[in-house]
T-cell receptor
Framework: GIQVEQSPPDLILQEGANSTLRCNFS?????LQWFHQNPWGQLINLFYIPSGTKQNGRLSATTVATERYSLLYISSSQTTDSGVYFCAVERTPGNTGKLIFGQGTTLQVKP | DAGITQSPRHKVTETGTPVTLRCHQT?????MYWYRQDPGHGLRLIHYSYGVKDTDKGEVSDGYSVSRSKTEDFLLTLESATSSQTSVYFC?????????FGPGTRLLVL
């Protein structure tokens, strides 16, 4: 099956710093999503981004499908950005939403 | 908020007993999913549904069954719970290819 690898596994930042999280996948995909799991366990969808670039406030994401990776950028980090960030993909030609998740990047933002 | 609720939110049960978890949605979404989350494994898909009475297996379906008799409800059943099924269970829906998750159910099997 498809492999999804996220890096780094852990990241500690000072408030205000920028960061880049990476997601590599081993096969072609037609669905890629980024999620944030807050310290209370709630999973929030950040981006649906099978290709191209999207921005939402301080967050942006880029997926280069031909090179099989996606990047999530967090600018001017805040303590509320802490939690686990997951990348999830569905292998082409699937269209059922059967997502395969990476192991996540745990982010801690210190005040 | 995609109008997803899960019940119960917490459950403790004993090995060998049947357990049913419920996922309820209010917005008539066609696709619904059940995942489990365990330390070191991230989230893994158990089963999913693409309509009433239409379900299929995910990555880790052994020991689980599902049913969907109404659009709004997707039930996950552990026929005979085992300690390896101690986990946090999340339900999700798909809206225009974007998945939204419920609050989760913490299940402890003793």
């Amino acid at each position: 099956g498809i492999q999804v690898e996220q890096s780094p596994p852990d990241l500690i930042l000072q408030e205000g710093a920028n960061s880049t999280l990476r997601c590599n996948f081993s096969d072609s995909v037609n669905n890629l999503q980024w999620f944030h799991q807050n310290p209370w366990g709630q999973l929030i969808n950040l981006f649906y981004i099978p290709s191209g670039t999207k921005q939402n406030g301080r967050l942006s994401a880029t997926t280069v499908a031909t090179e099989r990776y996606s990047l999530l950028y967090i600018s001017s980090s805040q303590t509320t950005d802490s939690g686990v960030y997951f990348c999830a993909v569905e292998r082409t030609p699937g269209n059922t939403g059967k997502l395969i998740f990476g192991q996540g990047t745990t982010l801690q933002v210190k005040p | 908020d995609a109008g997803i609720t899960q019940s119960p939110r917490h459950k403790v049960t004993e090995t060998g007993t049947p357990v049913t978890l419920r996922c309820h949605q209010t917005e008539n979404h066609r696709y619904m999913y059940w995942y489990r989350q365990d330390p070191g494994h991230g989230l893994r898909l158990i089963h999913y549904s693409y309509g009433v009475k239409d379900t299929d297996k995910g990555e880790v379906s052994d020991g689980y069954s599902v049913s969907r008799s109404k659009t709004e409800d997707f039930l996950l059943t552990l026929e005979s719970a085992t300690s390896s099924q101690t986990s946090v269970y999340f339900c999700a829906i798909s809206e225009q290819e974007t998945q939204y998750f419920g609050p989760g159910t913490r299940l402890l099997v003793l």
